[in-house]
């Protein structure tokens, strides 16, 4: 592993699991656990269970399970590794890179997010207690926009009043000069001196996933160029894989499995105010393929790209259409992404759209979104005359290099016929040019996919109601041991003797054994990692057990450890009697194995009369 054991112990000791959830999803106290909706599957009612004592979370609708670590992996899409480096900059923990020695500081990082925390709440109060004429300005425009209540408090709005004031400010708090301008919140003059970067604008911060504030973007107020200043890049910002509003909208991308990207700030607030709370936008950039890959994280089902209906707009659709390739396709399986697009009316952007027309007419879009293939094989037949011979020729070819980077599909295939019905022609004519066309170089989607790529299905076989019993019973024992590493211990023994019925959890009772023995004061996070490096599903299964009120904990674990000890006495019986039926046995060797099967019939009959259910 890159990454020191030491390291890793270190950072999970600093996340707290609760904290962590409740950045992404409203968690509430149940007794000592926490409870949430899973943000893996959409649910109304919470089935998410949050153990704050073991750090541990597992879902009983839908099986995810696991430690901090698991809960960033799967809901950022990322490796072990990342994760644990993600964690540590939340935490502010340098760690160590065992491949090479050197220490991977994320101390520099941590100092510009600070001075961006900082810029964000400065601007924050001057926008909402400023008393200037300018400060007021920008108050009566997000009024005007609807922005105003608690709108401005939400999405931390601020007003840049310039004059250096950030400057002056941020000098007071330590933050050195240097520092504001690696962070892109002030610029250094020719002359030596430094001035704020933003003046007179209404502030948008741009938060990354984590919630953290790592750059801005202002909007002038009344007349003025550019319109709209962002950031410029920066150690913490790269607009090509940063979007805006995303910290709030993921959970809900990942309920619902569907995004919706827009073009501006506003608008992003518009529909999450109104109840669309799916929205992001990118940032003064075209939508790049990061950008997608980023959203297929989170959006299992659909990403909707919602054009403004003016010339802006339209041209970003024709930049979309370079996103076609096979990734849309059905042979590309698991890893396809749904690419859909719309376009709003009457050259409306989302926020005025909703003003206008209400959010009910806005999901009925987003909701009759065509395919971006047939949204861009439509845009190009509508530029052309199909009242005409070589109109409708031309209009052929313009379609069909839409269809160009996926021509060998059978999708592309389907596509060409249907154009043939729209177009009037031969549809052994539409596939011949298709075949003929020439397809361009298409992005490589095949990382995006490596996080995501599953364990091969285990094959299907039928098992008896007393084999499925059995089973859950061996599922049970382990995932409590798991759980309470001091009963564990006690229990080795009976663990290591156990004829596991289902392989997997015999995998996990040795994991279990194995990460005991080497460490007993593990804990059971640890554990659970430990188990996951060797069976994609341990996480699930390992945190899936709980224990009702008021039970027993020692007896429960107690009973089913004798459950399958009983269970393993009466599957010897079977493979003795069997014997019996051997005809190369022996006289004397039938009478021993004979002998044999009374004394365990007893010693099982005593247990079962002594053994009584708890379960």
Same mark, same amino acid.
């Given at each position: 592993?890159?990454?020191?054991?030491?390291?890793?112990?270190?950072?999970?000791?600093?996340?707290?699991?609760?904290?962590?959830?409740?950045?992404?999803?409203?968690?509430?106290?149940?007794?000592?656990?926490?409870?949430?909706?899973?943000?893996?599957?959409?649910?109304?009612?919470?089935?998410?269970?949050?153990?704050?004592?073991? #750090?541990?979370?597992?879902?009983?609708?839908?099986?995810?399970?696991?430690?901090?670590?698991?809960?960033?992996?799967?809901?950022?899409?990322?490796?072990?590794?990342?994760?644990?480096?993600?964690?540590?900059?939340?935490?502010?923990?340098?760690?160590?890179?065992?491949?090479?020695?050197?220490?991977?500081?994320?101390?520099?990082?941590?100092?510009?997010?600070?001075?961006?925390?900082?810029?964000?709440?400065?601007?924050?109060?001057?926008?909402?207690?400023?008393?200037?004429?300018?400060?007021?300005?920008?108050?009566?425009?997000?009024?005007?926009?609807?922005?105003?209540?608690?709108?401005?408090?939400?999405?931390?709005?601020?007003?840049?009043?310039?004059?250096?004031?950030?400057?002056?400010?941020?000098?007071?708090?330590?933050?050195?000069?240097?520092?504001?301008?690696?962070?892109?919140?002030?610029? #250094?003059?020719?002359?030596?001196?430094?001035?704020?970067?933003?003046?007179?604008?209404?502030?948008?911060?741009?938060?990354?996933?984590?919630?953290?504030?790592?750059?801005?973007?202002?909007?002038?107020?009344?007349?003025?160029?550019?319109?709209?200043?962002?950031?410029?890049?920066?150690?913490?910002?790269?607009?090509?894989?940063?979007?805006?509003?995303?910290?709030?909208?993921?959970?809900?991308?990942?309920?619902?499995?569907?995004?919706?990207?827009?073009?501006?700030?506003?608008?992003?607030?518009?529909?999450?105010?109104?109840?669309?709370?799916?929205?992001?936008?990118?940032?003064?950039?075209?939508?790049?393929?990061?950008?997608?890959?980023?959203?297929?994280?989170?959006?299992?089902?659909?990403?909707?790209?919602?054009?403004?209906?003016?010339?802006?707009?339209?041209?970003?659709?024709?930049?979309?259409?370079?996103?076609?390739?096979?990734?849309?396709?059905?042979?590309?399986?698991?890893?396809?992404?749904?690419?859909?697009?719309?376009?709003?009316?009457?050259?409306?952007?989302?926020?005025?759209?909703?003003?206008?027309?209400?959010?009910?007419?806005?999901?009925?879009?987003?909701?009759?979104?065509?395919?971006?293939?047939?949204?861009?094989?439509?845009?190009?037949?509508?530029?052309?005359?199909?009242?005409?011979?070589?109109?409708?020729?031309?209009?052929?070819?313009?379609?069909?290099?839409?269809?160009?980077?996926?021509?060998?599909?059978?999708?592309?295939?389907?596509?060409?016929? #249907?154009?043939?019905?729209?177009?009037?022609?031969?549809?052994?004519?539409?596939?011949?040019?298709?075949?003929?066309?020439?397809?361009?170089?298409?992005?490589?989607?095949?990382?995006?996919?490596?996080?995501?790529?599953?364990?091969?299905?285990?094959?299907?076989?039928?098992?008896?109601?007393?084999?499925?019993?059995?089973?859950?019973?061996?599922?049970?024992?382990?995932?409590?041991?798991?759980?309470?590493?001091?009963?564990?211990?006690?229990?080795?023994?009976?663990?290591?003797?156990?004829?596991?019925?289902?392989?997997?959890?015999?995998?996990?009772?040795?994991?279990?054994?194995?990460?005991?023995?080497?460490?007993?004061?593990?804990?059971?996070?640890?554990?659970?990692?430990?188990?996951?490096?060797?069976?994609?599903?341990?996480?699930?299964?390992?945190?899936?057990?709980?224990? #009702?009120?008021?039970?027993?904990?020692?007896? %429960?674990?107690?009973?089913?450890?004798?459950?399958?000890?009983?269970?393993?006495?009466?599957?010897?019986?079977?493979?003795?009697?069997?014997?019996?039926?051997?005809?190369?046995?022996?006289?004397?060797?039938?009478?021993?194995?004979?002998?044999?099967?009374?004394?365990?019939?007893?010693?099982? %009959?005593?247990?079962?009369?002594?053994?009584?259910?708890?379960?």
């Amino acid at each position: 592993m890159a990454i020191s054991d030491e390291d890793i112990q270190k950072v999970r000791e600093a996340t707290d699991l609760v904290a962590l959830f409740g950045e992404r999803v409203p968690v509430r106290q149940r007794g000592r656990d926490f409870w949430c909706c899973c943000p893996f599957h959409n649910e109304k009612t919470p089935s998410c269970k949050i153990d704050p004592s073991t #750090q541990l979370w597992h879902c009983f609708g839908c099986g995810e399970g696991g430690d901090v670590f698991g809960f960033v992996m799967k809901m950022d899409d990322v490796n072990f590794p990342d994760a644990v480096r993600m964690l540590a900059d939340r935490a502010h923990i340098d760690i160590v890179d065992d491949r090479g020695g050197n220490r991977v500081s994320s101390s520099k990082k941590a100092r510009l997010r600070e001075v961006c925390g900082e810029t964000c709440a400065f601007y924050h109060e001057q926008l909402m207690r400023g008393k200037s004429a300018e400060a007021d300005a920008a108050r009566s425009y997000l009024g005007g926009r609807g922005f105003g209540g608690k709108v401005p408090k939400k999405w931390k709005l601020g007003f840049a009043p310039g004059r250096s004031m950030l400057v002056r400010h941020l000098s007071s708090k330590g933050f050195k000069y240097e520092e504001m301008v690696e962070a892109n919140v002030a610029v #250094q003059r020719d002359n030596g001196r430094v001035y704020d970067r933003f003046y007179d604008r209404v502030m948008f911060p741009i938060f990354d996933p984590q919630g953290e504030c790592i750059a801005f973007g202002g909007r002038v107020i009344g007349d003025g160029e550019p319109k709209y200043l962002n950031s410029q890049e920066t150690p913490l910002f790269h607009k090509s894989n940063v979007l805006y509003g995303l910290d709030k909208a993921k959970a809900a991308m990942t309920a619902t499995g569907t995004a919706i990207i827009v073009e501006g700030y506003t608008d992003v607030i518009a529909l999450h105010e109104s109840g669309i709370e799916n929205a992001v936008a990118t940032l003064g950039t075209a939508l790049t393929i990061q950008h997608v890959r980023i959203i297929a994280r989170h959006a299992s089902k659909r990403i909707v790209y919602l054009f403004d209906g003016d010339a802006a707009g339209q041209r970003a659709a024709d930049r979309a259409l370079g996103f076609i390739d096979e990734s849309m396709t059905p042979e590309a399986g698991k890893t396809r992404v749904e690419l859909c697009a719309v376009t709003l009316p009457d050259d409306l952007d989302p926020a005025d759209f909703v003003a206008k027309r209400g959010v009910d007419e806005l999901r009925e879009l987003v909701a009759g979104a065509k395919p971006l293939i047939a949204y861009g094989i439509d845009r190009r037949l509508a530029a052309h005359d199909l009242s005409s011979a070589a109109g409708r020729t031309r209009a052929m070819a313009d379609a069909l290099s839409v269809l160009a980077p996926i021509k060998g599909s059978v999708l592309a295939k389907d596509y060409a016929v #249907q154009l043939a019905g729209k177009l009037m022609m031969r549809e052994q004519d539409v596939l011949d040019a298709l075949a003929a066309v020439k397809a361009p170089r298409v992005y490589d989607r095949a990382e995006a996919g490596d996080a995501q790529q599953a364990a091969q299905p285990e094959p299907q076989v039928e098992i008896s109601p007393a084999e499925r019993s059995r089973r859950r019973f061996e599922r049970r024992l382990v995932s409590l041991l798991a759980q309470n590493p001091s009963i564990a211990l006690e229990h080795a023994d009976s663990l290591a003797q156990t004829q596991w019925h289902d392989p997997t959890n015999g995998l996990l009772a040795q994991s279990i054994l194995e990460t005991l023995a080497a460490n007993p004061s593990a804990t059971p996070a640890q554990i659970v990692a430990n188990a996951s490096a060797k069976a994609p599903r341990a996480a699930g299964a390992l945190t899936s057990a709980g224990v #009702q009120e008021n039970e027993d904990l020692a007896s %429960t674990i107690a009973f089913l450890i004798e459950e399958l000890e009983i269970g393993d006495m009466e599957q010897t019986l079977i493979s003795m009697n069997a014997q019996l039926k051997d005809p190369e046995l022996s006289a004397d060797e039938r009478e021993l194995v004979f002998a044999a099967i009374v004394e365990l019939q007893k010693s099982v %009959t005593a247990k079962r009369a002594a053994h009584k259910p708890t379960l």
